[in-house]
């Protein structure tokens, strides 16, 4: 049978009202790739796996939450939807949008979000809106305006995006046939931590497959699960997860207790070696933030923290390297330039 998306295929599994009304890209269904050269590069004697969800249809993870939260908003009738978004939320409630027929506005922080993400949201016909202030700003203006208006809020503070993005856990488990041993990913706003956690522990409810262990990665500069408090001015080239105050903070720090693991955090350069590894040894090539998992890794297992011998370790890789291509074109030399002839490509690719 053909794939004909998330609710189709799990809706049964997700606690949505029955007013929902499918709204699908075909979402999800995403590929677990074997990274072999990256295990070995970290050290090997274990079997590690990319999920990678840049390779759903507006380049995130965000897509299996939004799906959700949009039929859900579609079916109750709203005619308009809204967030606030680091870029991949905005990119994803437009299309989504679009697709159903409302109205999207989406707010971001001046300045802060990665080209490809924003031309998604103006190509899918969003009402896009600078906030001068940080994304928790956004978040707040948001609540705020659809607690007052039928405007209605798809963030991840709305339920059913958690709902949705629970889906993930479901894939990666009848992919390998059990949890993995660890689970690693980054956190911002917390939420698709959360629904991973409520997606393994509800699978493994229903089939009995084991709970993995959840590392989740902050950026150093934007850490205030790490650091215990807010962080007033959160800074990081991770701009998915540049989030001072998450939403589901509590959340995601309940998964990484009762998980047995932890949250911790990775520098911009540790993020970025990351990305630049993963692209080059697996041919993988991911938006900062979503290297942060693997970095979170590397760290761990360098220092001794975390003995993957044996182990099974998966690492979600939460959006398209696409989205940011600035990340990468800002730093490199310009590709070299050769005269139009067969000799003068011969001097410059065969030398010795
Ligand atoms: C949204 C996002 C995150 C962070 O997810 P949270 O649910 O906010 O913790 C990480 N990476 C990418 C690419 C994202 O778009």
């Known amino acids: 049978m053909t794939y004909q998306g998330l609710l189709h295929k799990y809706g049964h599994l997700l606690d949505l009202p029955t007013h929902t009304r499918p709204v699908s890209l075909l979402e999800g269904n995403t590929p677990l790739i074997p990274a072999e050269s990256l295990s070995r590069q970290l050290g090997g004697g274990f079997e590690l796996f990319i999920k990678y969800e840049g390779l759903n249809p507006t380049g995130s993870f965000k897509d299996r939450g939004m799906t959700a939260a949009v039929s859900e908003a579609l079916g109750r009738g709203a005619k308009t939807v809204i967030c606030a978004s680091t870029g991949n939320t905005a990119a994803s409630a437009a299309a989504y949008a679009a697709r159903a027929g409302l109205k999207s506005i989406v707010l971001i922080p001046q300045g802060k979000v990665a080209a490809g993400k924003l031309a998604g949201a103006v190509a899918y016909g969003a009402q896009v809106i600078q906030i001068d202030g940080s994304f928790d700003d956004a978040l707040t203006m948001v609540v705020q305006i659809s607690d007052k208006h039928p405007i209605c809020l798809v963030n991840s503070i709305n339920p059913y995006r958690i709902e949705g993005q629970k889906t993930s856990a479901f894939e ?181």
């Not at 689970?183 to 706003?189: D, F, I, K, Q, T």
Request: hydrophobic fraction near 45%; glycine fraction near 12%.
């Open 172 to 352: 990666i488990c009848e992919n390998l046939g059990a949890a993995p041993d660890w689970l690693c990913l980054p956190v911002g706003n917390a939420g698709n931590i959360t629904a991973y956690w409520a997606g393994f522990k509800q699978y493994d409810g229903i089939k009995a497959t084991g709970l993995p262990r959840v590392l989740g990665v902050q950026a150093a500069g934007a850490a205030p699960l790490v650091l215990g408090h807010p962080v007033e001015q959160p800074e990081t080239v991770a701009t998915a997860i540049r989030i001072g105050k998450p939403a589901r903070g509590e959340q995601a720090l309940e998964a990484a207790e009762e998980s047995n693991g932890r949250i911790i955090a990775a520098s911009d350069d540790q993020i970025l070696d990351m990305q630049r590894l993963l692209a080059k040894l697996e041919g993988v090539w991911v938006e900062p933030a979503s290297a942060a998992g693997l970095a979170g890794l590397a760290i761990e297992i360098a220092a001794g923290r975390l003995n993957p011998q044996g182990k099974r370790i998966v690492a979600i890789c939460t959006g398209h390297g696409m989205k940011d291509p600035d990340i990468i074109t800002r730093d490199m030399a310009k590709p070299q330039i050769v005269a139009p002839n067969l000799a003068a490509l011969e001097a410059v690719i065969l030398d010795g």
